[in-house]
């Protein structure tokens, strides 16, 4: 019987005849160029991948760091926003503090000004009645002097306080500055006196009103002078001869250099006259001790 061979349980399949086979036949056992040339491909893409890993974890480094200094920087934003309310709230404060401030200083200014219109009321009080000078206001006396009110600042300034109240009187009264002062009614003027010691009660210390009478005459004489020279308003014919007289003088001198030099002129006209009489022993003339006449 012939011999069967043994079998290991599993069918021997025949070897695929496969292409690398055939190519490793083909080329006697030596492996294909193509493997040969995709070794430099294959390191080229290895070392760009490395660059690309070292560039991404530098590029990952770079992100943090960046991410560190943004959170940094939202700090301290919040820091400076926090520090930025806390200035405006106090500056809120301060605000608040100052006008408090302002409203307390405002009511001791009231409080003072009252104080010192009592004290001005009180001493009004006690002043004493005032007569009238002697004389002319302004030619014999001075009007400021007279009433008291010269020597300080402050009793100048109320001085000119009261001046500038009865010009406006007296326009509110509406009393002709174009006439003079006697020639304006005696109701008139009894109203303006009554109104001027009512908004000063200083002027009720001077006899018969005359320090507001003597005010309210020399703003109206001035007011008419000035009307006079500026041609808004013809002067009485009893003045003429006052305005013929201002036509001559020399508007461009004082009156006290244009008397000088008129003196000065006298005086050199009377030794002109006397000179030639003082030559006359000269000639001969032996009529007196000093050969003078007489």
């Known amino acids: ?19 690398a086979h055939r190519t490793a036949r083909q080329t006697n056992g030596q492996p294909p160029a193509e493997v040969d040339n995709a070794g430099p491909d294959l390191q080229a893409i290895l070392a760009r991948m490395e660059k690309l890993d070292a560039d991404l974890r530098k590029e990952r480094k770079e992100n943090e760091v960046l991410a560190q200094k943004l959170n940094a920087q939202a700090e301290n934003a919040e820091d400076v ?6 200035l405006e709230n106090r500056l809120l404060e301060l605000e608040q503090t100052l006008t408090e401030e302002r409203d307390a200083n405002a009511q001791l200014q009231d409080r003072l000004e009252a104080l010192e ?8 009080n006690k002043l ?4 009238r000078p002697k004389g002319t206001a302004g030619q014999h006396w001075s009007i400021q002097e007279a009433m008291g009110l010269a020597g300080s600042d402050r009793k100048t300034d109320a001085y000119q306080g009261i001046q500038r109240n009865l ?4 326009h509110n009264a509406r009393i002709r500055w174009q006439s003079p002062w006697n020639e304006i009614s005696a109701s008139d003027k009894s109203k303006l006196f009554q109104v001027a010691r009512e908004q000063h009660p200083l002027l009720k210390h001077y006899t018969n009103d005359w320090a507001t009478a003597e005010l309210v005459k020399q703003y109206m004489k001035n007011r008419r002078g000035s009307a006079y020279r500026n041609g808004w308003l013809t002067p009485p014919a009893k003045f003429a001869h006052l305005q013929a007289n201002s036509n001559k003088r020399d508007p461009g001198a004082s009156r006290t250099k244009r008397a000088k030099v008129s003196l000065a002129a006298k005086k050199k006209g009377k030794k002109v006259a006397i000179a030639p009489r003082r030559r006359s022993p000269t000639a001969g003339s032996s009529d007196g001790p000093d050969g003078l006449e007489d």
């Open 1 to 19: 019987m012939p011999v069967k061979a043994q079998s290991s349980g599993k069918e021997n399949t025949p070897l695929k005849d496969t292409g």
């Open 117 to 124: 219109d009592e004290g001005e009321a009180s001493d009004n």
């Open 128 to 131: 004493p009645m005032i007569n």
């Open 167 to 170: 010009r406006d009187l007296v």
């Open 81 to 86: 926003n926090q520090e930025h309310e806390a």
